[in-house]
């Protein structure tokens, strides 16, 4: 199963860094991951930024993969409910997942929309640097559950 996260930037906290390359390497005997980082805009208004970065986002959609927006007002799921959201879509779906993550001022409306499933890692707000550490280890812990390892307990 091929995975992909489109995410704008490059993680400039080290420490973060580290996490992320981690589970990426991790995560490799079980999804194709791929990180697709587009570069994120200069504008200083809301409103400009996420439509310009609506437009890069939008460009790399794959209208035949399975599409989840990471948004604060979306459903907010356990580890083992998330593990067999993924296991749908390998077994039923396009076997393609694409998960967005908004930079810093989040997705723009028109990214929510065109996505089938909206996820919350929390109702609390973190950077996207630090979403993307949590992102991954939760892909990890659905691999692990998937297969059955101990990993999650």
């Known amino acids: 199963m091929k995975i ?3 995410q704008f930037s490059a993680t400039k906290d080290k420490a973060l860094a580290s996490l992320e390359a981690e589970f990426e390497k991790r995560l490799k005997p079980y999804f194709k991951l791929e990180v697709l980082t587009l570069t994120a805009s200069k504008a200083d208004e809301r409103s400009k930024v996420q439509l310009e970065e609506r437009d890069r986002m939008m460009a790399k959609l794959d ?3 399975h599409i989840i927006a990471l948004d604060e007002r979306g459903k907010q799921m ?3 409910d998330f593990a067999e959201h993924i296991l749908k879509q390998r077994d039923f779906g396009p ?3 694409q998960l967005l ?3 810093s001022h989040g997705l723009h409306p028109d990214l929510i929309e065109a996505s089938h499933f909206q996820l919350s890692l929390s109702k609390m707000t ?3 640097e630090m979403v993307r550490v949590f ?3 939760q892909l990890y812990r659905a ?3 998937l297969a059955g390892k101990p990993y999650h307990k």
């Open 63 to 65: 209208k035949t993969a």
């Open 95 to 97: 076997g393609k997942i």
């Open 4 to 6: 992909q996260i489109i």
């Open 143 to 145: 691999a692990m559950i």
């Open 101 to 103: 993550i908004g930079g």
């Open 135 to 137: 992102l991954k280890e």
């Open 78 to 80: 356990s580890s083992p």
């Open 126 to 128: 973190f950077t996207h």
